[in-house]
């Protein structure tokens, strides 16, 4: 079977490129719009996770710091030297208790005690270069800080993210303690310390401190990998989480848009391959599919369709009119001249003939009869091939009708009314045109009522333009002849040759008017003109 629709039929490659072209960009736009959004909220989310981490490692710190300098501050201005008055009226200068008598010595014992009580990774030291504990030895990257301490009196505090045996740690490194006097009794010189002091720590470290002197930094280090790792599990659940979610929501957009768009697309592309491919689909429309754009867009190739056609019949028509009127011109002059002969030989032998020849009289009127409807025949021939350019000018419609009516031979049992609006506007016509077209359209409608009827001629104005229309109580036209009405040579009557509404048409389309036609079988039928109101700068 042949194929009927274009759709089924191979797409050029030309078009084939192009439709993929527009269809995979759109389709790329769209998933890489929801790849851009996926990796923009799993970044803002991983982001926000991470500074959340490090918020409470800073927080964790700044609690363990406050806590040991309140320690410290406490042994410096309430411990030691309330202990101090009691020790110094019973023990000897030589004896030393770091339990007591060294705030750093007991911050460190209760963070071991704190780290048994909880399984905590935190790292607080109070360091210092010479540490009287090896304990409190600063390391490389401590010291340095501390000589940087030394050198800026305006550095206090450095926070970082460092790396130690493959662990990320929260860095937080501070000014710490400054010598005072109470603490030079144990760090000033070896012969004026505590000799229990010197016997336990030796001679050597941390002596020969002066008051005011900076002698530690504190190091704080929390632990941040597991933070880390949990925010990273969070981020992949949420990736997995978006991919799944965006994903969904892709192919539904995308089956959105197919449904709505490209199945729509393809349907009016088809169609309009057909109609473009086939002279005789013109006219036909394609489905208006959902959505305003897509309903405008088919909206404009039904109207594009039906306008060519028009005007595809409308040439035609032309072609035709003009071949026809040339054809019917050199017609009509050739057979005038040999019917005015018929007719002058049938007067003569009239006159001639005795009255008793009754049979030839009755032949010579047949003859007569036939050639008077012959030379209307041809007269009708030679107004269409006639018709001319319209000379336009102010006209009553009203006028003509008058003008009309005494040449028309309307029937005894048909009754005319006329109906003109009282205030009713000049018509900008050629004012022959409007007589013939009156003068044939009335002749069909009385032709229509055999039997008689209400003929009724009515002008009524509707905006810039009046309707004159020319109404039959007659038979009616049938639904399958109106689409030949106005075709040339085409007629329903048998004396017809189906030029009359094919020159109403020509005479009314040339004054820049339009004609058209109500019907309904049984009862009559009725032709309306409309024709252009005179405007001023016309006149």
Request: hydrophobic content about 40%.
């Amino acid at each position: 079977m042949p194929q009927d629709s274009a759709s089924e039929q191979p797409m050029h490659p030309t078009r084939l490129r192009e439709r993929l072209r527009i269809t995979l960009l759109l389709y790329l736009v769209v998933g890489l719009m929801f790849v851009i959004a996926s990796v923009a909220v799993v970044y803002l989310v991983d982001s926000r996770l991470r500074r959340e981490a490090l918020a409470g490692a800073e927080a964790k710190a700044l609690l363990l710091l406050e806590r040991n300098l309140a320690i410290h501050a406490y042994f410096a201005h309430e411990l030691k030297p309330a202990v101090f008055q009691v020790t110094d009226k019973y023990l000897g200068p030589d004896y030393f208790e770091p339990a007591w008598m060294s705030s750093t010595y007991a911050v460190r014992e209760i963070d071991k005690y704190f780290h048994n009580l909880v399984d905590s990774d935190t790292y607080y030291k109070e360091v210092a270069i010479n540490a009287r504990s090896p304990q409190n030895e600063a390391d490389a990257h401590e010291r340095a800080f501390l000589e940087e301490l030394k050198a800026d009196p305006l550095l206090t505090e450095r926070s970082e993210i460092r790396e130690f045996d493959d662990q990320l740690y929260y860095v937080t490194m501070r000014r710490g303690e400054t010598m005072e006097a109470s603490c030079l009794r144990c760090h000033s010189t070896p012969d004026q310390a505590p000799g229990d002091l010197v016997a336990l720590y030796g001679s050597e470290r941390s002596f020969n401190r002066q008051e005011g002197e900076l002698v530690s930094a504190i190091s704080i280090r929390i632990p941040i990998s597991e933070a880390y790792e949990s925010n990273s599990r969070v981020t992949r659940q949420l990736s997995a989480f978006l991919v799944l979610v965006f994903g969904v929501l892709t192919i539904g957009q995308l089956a959105i848009y197919h449904q709505l768009l490209f199945r729509p697309l393809d349907a009016m592309r088809a169609k309009a391959l057909q109609i473009a491919g086939d002279p005789r689909r013109l006219g036909e429309q394609v489905i208006t599919p959902m959505g305003k754009e897509m309903a405008d867009l088919a909206t404009a190739l039904n109207t594009m369709s039906t306008n060519l056609k028009s005007a595809q019949e409308h040439l035609v028509r032309r072609e035709k009119l003009a071949f026809l009127g040339q054809l019917t011109g050199g017609i009509s002059h050739e057979l005038r001249t040999p019917l005015m002969v018929i007719t002058q030989g049938v007067y003569l032998l009239q006159s001639e003939l005795p009255e008793s020849q009754q049979e030839a009289h009755e032949t010579l009127d047949v003859i007569e009869r036939q050639t008077a409807e012959a030379t209307r025949i041809i007269t009708n021939l030679l107004d269409f091939s006639r018709t001319n350019t319209a000379s336009r000018q102010p006209t009553s419609l009203e006028k003509q009708l008058n003008l009309v009516l005494p040449h028309l031979s309307v029937p005894d049992n048909v009754t005319l009314q006329t109906d003109f609006q009282a205030d009713l506007p000049l018509a900008w016509v050629d004012p022959g045109h409007v007589r013939q077209v009156l003068s044939n359209l009335i002749s069909n409608a009385c032709q229509a009522m055999p039997n008689g009827g209400l003929l009724t001629v009515r002008a009524v104005q509707k905006g810039e333009w009046v309707a004159l229309s020319v109404q039959d109580t007659g038979h009616g036209i049938p639904n399958e002849v109106l689409p030949r009405l106005f075709d040339p040579l085409f007629t329903t009557r048998a004396d017809g040759i189906g030029l009359g509404l094919v020159l109403c048409k020509l005479l009314v389309e040339s004054n820049d008017g339009s004609i058209d036609v109500a019907t309904q079988v049984g009862q009559g039928s009725t032709f309306t003109v409309t024709l252009p109101v005179r405007q001023e700068k016309e006149v």
